[in-house]
């Protein structure tokens, strides 16, 4: 679930073109600590950043 939300959000933003280098670091913030809480795989993890970062 928590992937499929973190997913949504980087979906929406991207829709919106309201990506700015202060949202890319904080959402990789968030994902650092889902995956530290083992709320997201590595490879989701991986993917998510990746995605967020495009």
Known sequence: ???RNCMHL???VEKK???TP?????MKNKLDIF???DR?????YTELCSR???
């Open 52 to 54: 967020a970062e495009k």
């Open 35 to 37: 995956l530290l809480a």
């Open 40 to 44: 997201l795989t590595k490879e989701e």
């Open 10 to 12: 980087i979906e929406i």
């Open 22 to 26: 202060e949202w890319i670091a904080d």
């Open 1 to 3: 679930m928590t992937y």
């Open 17 to 19: 073109g309201t990506k």
